[in-house]
């Protein structure tokens, strides 16, 4: 028989996390009515202190606080204004996350191909 499934660690959470993450950025709506947009910065805020792997989150919610990073619904440009442009905060999320852990850094522009439509030439038929 199969071992039992064990709880996740730091690692194996994270990647289950980012699935998450990523797959909500990626069917947020093109253009963002102001409800979402407020909906959304609600729940990454509670997401940021509720995170179960407690220096994560901290150190996530420091990035968050940066003015450059904040989620401020209804900006004329803002992060929340819709799918492009939250990808692409979340794409820079994750990446801070994998200069910090010595990863390489993702490429942002290939975020819909990851995370949307599956890669060019078809890996995810
Ligand atoms: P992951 O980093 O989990 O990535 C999964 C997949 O996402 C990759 O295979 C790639 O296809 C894709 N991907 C990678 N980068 C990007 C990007 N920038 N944009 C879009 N897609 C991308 N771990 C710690 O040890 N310390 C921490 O402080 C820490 N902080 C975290 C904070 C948050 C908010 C989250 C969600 C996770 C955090 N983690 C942290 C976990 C860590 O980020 C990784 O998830 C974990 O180390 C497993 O890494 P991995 O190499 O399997 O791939």
């Given at each position: 028989s199969l071992p039992p499934d064990c709880p996740p660690d730091a690692e194996a959470l994270g990647r289950s996390t980012w699935t998450l993450l990523h797959t909500i950025a990626a069917t947020y709506p093109t253009a963002a009515p102001p409800e979402k947009q407020a909906e959304m910065k609600t729940f990454m805020n509670i997401f940021s202190r509720i995170y179960p792997c407690w220096v994560c989150a901290e150190d996530f919610q420091r990035w968050m606080e940066r003015p450059e990073n904040k989620l401020v619904p209804?900006?004329?440009?803002?992060?929340?204004?819709?799918r492009f442009s939250f990808g692409q905060w979340m794409c820079g999320a994750h990446n801070e996350v994998n200069r910090k852990l010595g990863k390489s850094e993702f490429d942002c522009r290939r975020y819909e191909e990851r995370?949307?439509?599956?890669?060019a030439g078809g890996r995810c038929d």
């Open positions: 209804g900006q004329e440009g803002g992060h929340l204004g819709g995370w949307r439509t599956g890669w």
